[in-house]
Structure formats: C-alpha cells, structure tokens
C-alpha cells in the first residue's frame, strides 16, 4: 500500500513565471538532499530537482521554460529526525503570490487574490490533501455544483481519506501496521498524461488527463466513482496474483463500501456501478474462470463476500495482510488470493463462501478444501441458486436487504421463509461398507440440523429448510482416508430436486505436503510458476501473466524443457518478453525427469519459495539444470542430507498448519493429521530404510491421528 507518502509536499506559496529562477539553500546534518518540484497543469512541462546540503549555504537554482507552481517534497521518514531541516528560498520579487484556501478561510478574500493578480493556479489545500487548480477552472470553482463552498469541497474529500483509512483499519491511535501517516495526497490536472487512461494515480500525484479538472476534482459529491477510484489506488493491497488479478478492482471495493456509508438504504438506486454489478448470468452459465471476468465483475465477486460478512471483514483482512507483508504469518499466508479469502471468511467470520467460489469457477485447489472440510461455518450461497420460485424471490430479496438476486445468505438468513424440502443422500458403493455406523450431519455452522447413522446406501433426510448445508461425517480412523469429491447440500424449494452423491477417493500419498515451487518475475512482477509435486506425480507449468518483459520484445525471455529418462524432450514452453500465449500445462512425472530452465535474468528475477530451494538456483548462469523424482526437485548432485533436511522443513510445515486450527488440531482424526502421518512415512521410507524414526513420531504426535491401540 502506498497511501500517497510521495504526495506530500509544502507549497513555497508563488508562482513563477516561465525561465525565472528559483535559488534554494537546503541546511541539515541528517537530510542529504531534498526535491523542488515545479508543477503545472502537465507531466511534460513541469520540472522536479535535487537541493543538496553538500555545500552550506551554497544555493541551488531551479527554472523551467513554462509557467509553474513551486513546491518542497516532505520525505517520509520511520522515525523523527535529530536536527533541524531549513530549506531557505529566494525568488523574484515581482513574482505573484499562490491563492491558497483553507478551511475556515474567506472565500472572497481567497478569490479577490486570484482575480486581481489573474493568477495562472491556486491552491486548496487539507490536512488530507492538496489540489492545484489551474486558472481555466476558477469560474467552476468559484460556482462548484449545488451552491457548495470550498470549504465543503474540503470536507468532502476529507471524509474520503477519512472512510477509506477507517475501512483499511488505519489510524491515528493504532500501532504497528495499524498506525496512519499523517501526509497529503496531491490531486491536479495533467494534460499530458496518457489517453487511454480519464485519470491516474502515481507515486507523486494523482491527476485527471485533461488541462481542466472541473468535471473531476470538482465533482464534489458520492458518486464521483472517478475521484474515489484514484484515490482508492494509494489505500488499495497489492495482492494480484493468477487466481485473480485486483489491481484495477480492489480499490473498487473501497469505492463500493464508502458509497454503502454515504448513501445507506439508498445505496441500490444511487450507487454508481449497482447495474453494472449483476453475476446472475456469469455464474448460472459459467463460460469463465472468475480470474478472466471483467473488472467491475470481479468487483461484485469480492463485494459479494465481503458485503455478507460485514464491513469490518474487509477492515479485518487488510489489517491480516498488512501483518503478513511485515512478516506476521496467520493461518491462510502464502495461498493465492482467492483460496486466502476462503479460509479468512470461514475462520474469523464463520461464512463459507466456497460453493459460491465453486459457481463463479475460482480456482481453489483440492487439498485447500481438505482442511476447509472441517472448519464448520455457515454457507453463503445466492439468493436465486437456492429459491427458484420467481413470484416470491423478490419479496425475500428485498426482506433481506440484498442489492441482487444473486446475494449471499445463510440457511438462518431464510428461516422467515418457512419453505423446506427433503433431501437424498446417496453413498458411493465403494465407500459404504467403510462409512456403515458413522453419523452423518447436515451442518449449518456448528449447529446440526438432521443428523443419520449410515445404514444403507440412501439417507432420506425430511423436511430441511432451505439453504445451503456442509454434509459432515464425523470422522474416524477408518473413515479419515476419505477425500470427499463433494461435501454441500444445496437444499432448494419445491421447483428443484435435492439430491447428493456422496463419493470420495482414498488419500495413499501425503497430498497436504507444500510442493517445491519456482516463481518466474518479470519487469512488474511474477508471470509463471513451475511445481513439482512427486506424491501427485506430477510437475506443472503455469504461465500466467502475459508480456512479462516488454524490454526483450521478439526475444527469448524464458523457457522450460522437461526430458524423460530417454532423454526425450517430453515438454517444452518458450517465452519471449512480449508472448501473450498463456496457460497451464501439466505434465505426468513417470519416472525420474530432467528440466531445463532458462531465464535471461536468473540473477534477480528467478525465486524459489523455499529458502532452502533457492540455494540451488545458480545465479551465474541463465539456463539451471535441475532433476524431479520422488524426493522433489534438486540438482544431480545434491546431496542426500540436504534433501533429508528438506523434507523434514516440509513434514514441520504441514505441522504448523495443522497446529495453526483448532479446527484441526483439536481432531483426533482429520485429513491433514493423516496426510502427516503419511508423510512421516514416506520419510522413513526415503532416508530411514523404512525403519520407524520413534523421535519424528514423538515430535509430531499431536499432529498425527492418535496410535491403534493393540
């Protein structure tokens, strides 16, 4: 997050006249330098420059050919400085002097400045905010829509860097990661700034793309979507990744949840993206992945979830990852964006969002849902995919406050309904001699709302209220090898049959163990990934992100070369900085392989995940040779010790998940605990002659299914 620290910034409080200087004398013994910027209504004519305090007293002069505002870049600093900073200037002294407004002041005072010295700019400025106004939208300022005041154009972007820093958990009073900064953005006018693009936000300001900023900055009102999108970006998380890319999304959120306060009840019919926001389709007749949606789909994705589990889900999560970025892992840390968002709903809101992840096609992977299997939390799935009936849908819709048919709710949010309808279990054949005598429960959150010893091979389960409901069967040590292929109830009205087969596929391998992963970062950051999983027996080539380095255009930027034990090249995938030819490939690992990677900047731009991995990167050389057989991936010579340590870090990781939640850790019996067990096994098949390594055992036995008792 970037929150505009570089915006900050002190008028000098005149405005100079093109090709006249500017002599500034910088006078500290801990700043090195500070940065003059000469600033306009555009990127091409304005002028930014070094004052060094090398030389005491000694002036340095600034001038550029174009009429400019001068302003002082404040740095941001960790902590407060020892000494003194004295930054001394000296200008023309005919030159005219800046209009500045700020709260409180006389606005006709403010306007008799500008008019009488027919100023090329003014300036107003907040606590939150400066904005250079150029002098072709003085009139606009002067009459700014609905007869407001400058002051209330303050105070209303006030209260936007105000929201957003409450909906991101920031303040004044918080600690850590939680504290805010005291520092201004800087909004402005650039008519040099790409056409592409109405508006930007940068690293020094934000500006609208146009030499007016009237019917922009000047919009003084909610549904200004533009000005909170931009302003947005400085507040926003930089978490894209391949499951779902939020760059241009996730300060849309923001925007969303700040109108949500603003206009309340009458956030449906003033909202300025609502109709844009409908999934209905997206999800009933799913073509796409919801990582290639477009980008107000991808926000009603997000809002969707976070609009059921509470505003402060969202002010949770960001104040989560912050802490993960500055090296406090939580439970869901280093999953994918949308696999994170699943276990953050489920454990600290007690909302299972994964059925409605499963209709809008996330790419959440299985063994994710082996531990999501046993955090029982309510399920929030759309209002329209669970009542079909269309004369009553839109009583219920408005009854429970949804903006869409599509809105998530709960099994208790439809009680009031009194609809109910049976629903038919049907338990795979090769699975129900090992289930006979368990129970099964149909759960909705901790609360059991029909509950059946397994008898035969259908469950008729009468009279359930609509909803969506986990399918749990309380686990054993005969039953925990069980990978369920699916674990909902979709319970719906009287239109739609209910029914489930419950089929599962036996666990034989230690699933759960984190693969041997190298990322592939290009010039803005990660394109692809190869993992090698040897219990999937498997090695997978995901490139993900396309143009990864538009520098080597029409050149060879990466590639992968995987060869069998014939020597045959059984895969191979070239990509040049402009290819666009995305994918995943998978391919089967028979036998021990050989993979070639190549990338043209392995010296800083090839990262293993593992630190223990990464050692075997060379970075001498483009082009690594590595091997994959059952122990993962490493070099030919890599020693046995080396691997055996490897594989232990890796048995530790899956320990701490497990010790991580309660939800597992307080199970005798689950999959993970298995999958561990699994794992301890195949250690000491690797490297202890299959011979049983009692101290391992005694290490993990809290994390592993409790011993059969002889």
Same mark, same amino acid.
């Given at each position: 997050?970037?929150?505009?620290?570089?915006?900050?910034?002190?008028?000098?409080?005149?405005?100079?006249?093109?090709?006249?200087?500017?002599?500034?004398?910088?006078?500290?013994?801990?700043?090195?330098?500070?940065?003059?910027?000469?600033?306009?209504?555009?990127?091409?004519?304005?002028?930014?420059?070094?004052?060094?305090?090398?030389?005491?007293?000694?002036?340095?002069?600034?001038?550029?050919?174009?009429?400019?505002?001068?302003?002082?870049?404040?740095?941001?600093?960790?902590?407060?400085?020892?000494?003194?900073?004295?930054?001394?200037?000296?200008?023309?002294?005919?030159?005219?002097?800046?209009?500045?407004?700020?709260?409180?002041?006389?606005?006709?005072?403010?306007?008799?400045?500008?008019?009488?010295?027919?100023?090329?700019?003014?300036?107003?400025?907040?606590?939150?905010?400066?904005?250079?106004?150029?002098?072709?939208?003085?009139?606009?300022?002067?009459?700014?829509?609905?007869?407001?005041?400058?002051?209330?154009?303050?105070?209303?972007?006030?209260?936007?860097?105000?929201?957003?820093?409450?909906?991101?958990?920031?303040?004044?009073?918080?600690?850590?990661?939680?504290?805010?900064?005291?520092?201004?953005?800087?909004?402005?006018?650039?008519?040099?700034?790409?056409?592409?693009?109405?508006?930007?936000?940068?690293?020094?300001?934000?500006?609208?793309?146009?030499?007016?900023?009237?019917?922009?900055?000047?919009?003084?009102?909610?549904?200004?979507?533009?000005?909170?999108?931009?302003?947005?970006?400085?507040?926003?998380?930089?978490?894209?990744?391949?499951?779902?890319?939020?760059?241009?999304?996730?300060?849309?959120?923001?925007?969303?949840?700040?109108?949500?306060?603003?206009?309340?009840?009458?956030?449906?019919?003033?909202?300025?993206?609502?109709?844009?926001?409908?999934?209905?389709?997206?999800?009933?007749?799913?073509?796409?992945?919801?990582?290639?949606?477009?980008?107000?789909?991808?926000?009603?994705?997000?809002?969707?979830?976070?609009?059921?589990?509470?505003?402060?889900?969202?002010?949770?999560?960001?104040?989560?990852?912050?802490?993960?970025?500055?090296?406090?892992?939580?439970?869901?840390?280093?999953?994918?964006?949308?696999?994170?968002?699943?276990?953050?709903?489920?454990?600290?809101?007690?909302?299972?969002?994964?059925?409605?992840?499963?209709?809008?096609?996330?790419?959440?992977?299985?063994?994710?849902?082996?531990?999501?299997?046993?955090?029982?939390?309510?399920?929030?799935?759309?209002?329209?995919?669970?009542?079909?009936?269309?004369?009553?849908?839109?009583?219920?819709?408005?009854?429970?406050?949804?903006?869409?048919?599509?809105?998530?709710?709960?099994?208790?949010?439809? *009680?009031?309904?009194? @609809? #109910? $309808?049976?629903?038919?279990?049907? +338990?795979?054949? !090769?699975?129900?001699?090992?289930? /006979?005598? &368990?129970?099964?429960?149909?759960?909705?959150?901790?609360?059991?709302?029909?509950?059946?010893?397994?008898?035969?091979?259908?469950?008729?389960?009468?009279?359930?209220?609509?909803?969506?409901?986990?399918?749990?069967?309380?686990?054993?040590?005969?039953?925990?090898?069980?990978?369920?292929?699916?674990?909902?109830?979709?319970?719906?009205?009287?239109?739609?049959?209910?029914?489930?087969?419950?089929?599962?596929?036996?666990?034989?391998?230690?699933?759960?163990?984190?693969?041997?992963?190298?990322?592939?970062?290009?010039?803005?950051?990660?394109?692809?990934?190869?993992?090698?999983?040897?219990?999937?027996?498997?090695?997978?080539?995901?490139?993900?992100?396309?143009?990864?380095?538009?520098?080597?255009?029409?050149?060879?930027? *990466?590639?992968?070369? @995987? #060869? $069998?034990?014939?020597?045959?090249? +059984?895969?191979? !995938?070239?990509?040049?900085?402009? /290819?666009? &030819?995305?994918?995943?490939?998978?391919?089967?690992?028979?036998?021990?392989?050989?993979?070639?990677?190549?990338?043209?900047?392995?010296?800083?731009?090839?990262?293993?995940?593992?630190?223990?991995?990464?050692?075997?990167?060379?970075?001498?050389?483009?082009?690594?040779?590595?091997?994959?057989?059952?122990?993962?991936?490493?070099?030919?010579?890599?020693?046995?010790?080396?691997?055996?340590?490897?594989?232990?870090?890796?048995?530790?990781?899956?320990?701490?998940?497990?010790?991580?939640?309660?939800?597992?850790?307080?199970?005798?019996?689950?999959?993970?605990?298995?999958?561990?067990?699994?794992?301890?096994?195949?250690?000491?098949?690797?490297?202890?002659?299959?011979?049983?390594?009692?101290?391992?055992?005694?290490?993990?036995?809290?994390?592993?299914?409790?011993?059969?008792?002889?």
């Amino acid at each position: 997050m970037t929150k505009g620290v570089g915006h900050h910034r002190t008028p000098v409080g005149i405005i100079l006249v093109a090709n006249q200087k500017l002599s500034c004398v910088l006078e500290s013994k801990s700043l090195e330098v500070v940065e003059v910027r000469l600033l306009n209504d555009g990127e091409k004519t304005e002028g930014v420059f070094e004052i060094r305090s090398s030389n005491p007293g000694r002036a340095g002069t600034v001038s550029i050919g174009y009429v400019s505002v001068p302003f002082v870049d404040c740095e941001y600093l960790e902590k407060a400085p020892d000494d003194t900073r004295t930054v001394s200037i000296s200008y023309p002294t005919d030159s005219k002097i800046l209009p500045i407004y700020r709260f409180g002041d006389n606005e006709s005072d403010f306007f008799k400045l500008w008019d009488t010295q027919d100023a090329e700019f003014a300036y107003v400025e907040s606590d939150y905010f400066g904005l250079l106004i150029p002098k072709v939208d003085k009139e606009a300022t002067r009459k700014l829509i609905d007869g407001q005041s400058l002051d209330d154009l303050i105070v209303f972007y006030d209260k936007i860097f105000t929201t957003y820093s409450e909906l991101i958990g920031l303040s004044f009073e918080g600690s850590g990661t939680d504290q805010n900064v005291r520092n201004r953005f800087f909004l402005k006018a650039d008519q040099n700034g790409s056409k592409n693009a109405m508006a930007y936000y940068g690293t020094k300001y934000s500006a609208v793309v146009s030499a007016s900023i009237e019917e922009f900055w000047l919009d003084v009102g909610p549904t200004n979507w533009g000005a909170l999108h931009e302003i947005g970006h400085g507040h926003q998380l930089h978490i894209s990744d391949e499951t779902l890319a939020v760059s241009e999304v996730w300060n849309n959120v923001l925007c969303f949840f700040y109108q949500a306060i603003m206009f309340g009840k009458k956030l449906g019919k003033k909202g300025s993206k609502i109709r844009d926001m409908e999934i209905d389709d997206l999800i009933t007749y799913p073509l796409k992945e919801v990582k290639d949606w477009g980008l107000i789909e991808r926000l009603s994705f997000l809002v969707h979830m976070f609009r059921k589990a509470g505003q402060k889900s969202l002010t949770r999560f960001h104040q989560l990852t912050r802490k993960e970025f500055d090296g406090t892992p939580f439970y869901a840390s280093g999953l994918p964006l949308v696999e994170k968002l699943m276990h953050f709903f489920a454990i600290d809101f007690s909302i299972d969002v994964y059925p409605f992840m499963k209709l809008a096609k996330a790419l959440i992977r299985k063994e994710q849902l082996y531990e999501h299997y046993y955090v029982l939390s309510s399920v929030a799935h759309p209002l329209d995919h669970i009542l079909f009936d269309r004369q009553v849908l839109p009583d219920v819709q408005e009854k429970l406050g949804l903006l869409f048919t599509t809105g998530l709710v709960t099994p208790s949010d439809l *009680s009031s309904t009194d @609809i #109910k $309808n049976d629903f038919i279990i049907n +338990i795979e054949d !090769k699975i129900l001699k090992d289930l /006979s005598g &368990d129970t099964l429960k149909l759960m909705d959150g901790t609360n059991v709302v029909a509950e059946r010893k397994i008898r035969n091979k259908t469950l008729i389960l009468k009279d359930i209220p609509i909803g969506v409901y986990k399918v749990f069967v309380e686990p054993t040590r005969s039953n925990v090898k069980f990978l369920y292929d699916d674990f909902y109830a979709i319970v719906h009205d009287k239109s739609k049959s209910n029914e489930l087969l419950l089929s599962a596929k036996v666990m034989k391998e230690p699933l759960l163990l984190p693969p041997d992963k190298i990322n592939f970062i290009g010039w803005r950051s990660d394109f692809a990934y190869l993992s090698v999983e040897p219990f999937r027996h498997l090695v997978k080539f995901h490139f993900y992100e396309d143009e990864p380095h538009t520098r080597f255009s029409g050149e060879k930027y *990466s590639e992968v070369t @995987i #060869k $069998n034990q014939k020597n045959e090249v +059984i895969f191979n !995938k070239s990509i040049n900085g402009d /290819s666009i &030819d995305v994918g995943t490939y998978v391919i089967p690992m028979e036998g021990e392989l050989q993979i070639e990677i190549f990338h043209a900047e392995t010296d800083s731009r090839l990262k293993a995940e593992d630190p223990m991995l990464q050692e075997l990167i060379d970075r001498d050389n483009k082009t690594n040779y590595f091997i994959a057989n059952e122990r993962g991936l490493q070099k030919k010579e890599t020693k046995k010790e080396f691997l055996e340590k490897r594989f232990l870090k890796k048995i530790d990781i899956a320990a701490s998940v497990i010790k991580g939640k309660i939800s597992l850790y307080d199970r005798p019996f689950c999959i993970p605990k298995y999958s561990l067990l699994l794992a301890v096994e195949a250690f000491e098949r690797f490297f202890r002659n299959k011979s049983v390594d009692k101290s391992l055992r005694d290490k993990y036995k809290d994390c592993l299914p409790p011993p059969e008792k002889i």
